[in-house]
């Protein structure tokens, strides 16, 4: 898939000044896989609920804004733990157990915007997701790849920062790899860019045809 795509899920842009963006956490929760999966890698996705006024129906990773007006790495974990203890249950030993795995900010050509923290983490043994019912109304255990495939299909719906990582951990076998891969790569935030396209919006990364033209 090439890093240029078009994402429908891309809000209302931004005609005046550029946003500033709220500082956000996710969790890419990382287990073995299961008896449906053959590459032995799964990662835990929650459906938004469709009555949201942002990203209504997405599959996402657990997450959400950092309180306060701390934007320090601290703050950040704090922000990520909480989350996947509010919206999925699980609970993680401590900030120790996250492993910095990338960060996303969000347009500036969009009027929503967030710089988020995406960490890896190893699921606890035996744990079982279970949706606030708020906020996210369904969770699935999936390999990226088949995340992907039914993403492809449009079986899945998934906005363009979660189709790039579910692209990058498609690579590994299991969580082990990619947390050791993660913890030797330092991470540099990712800027993306919307270019209007035969009018339509078209998400470009850097190193993309066009990226510095926008």
Known sequence: MSSTGHDPHIEQLNEGAPTTPRQAASVILLRAGGKHDSDGLELLLGKRTPAARFMAGVWVFPGGAVDGEAIDEPAHRAA?????????????????????????????????????????AEAPPHCSPEPDGQEIVDVAWISPARALEQHAAGELSLVFPTIKQLESLSRFATAQEAIADAAAQEVEPILPKVAVVEGEPRVL???????DEV
Request: hydrophobic share 40%; net charge negative.
């Open 205 to 211: 990364l850097p190193g993309d045809d066009g990226y």
């Open 80 to 120: 990520a733990l909480r989350e996947l203890d509010e919206e999925v249950g699980i609970t993680l030993d401590g900030p120790d157990q996250l492993i910095a795995f990338s960060r996303w900010i969000t347009p500036v050509e969009v009027k929503i915007r967030f710089d988020t923290r995406f960490y890896l």
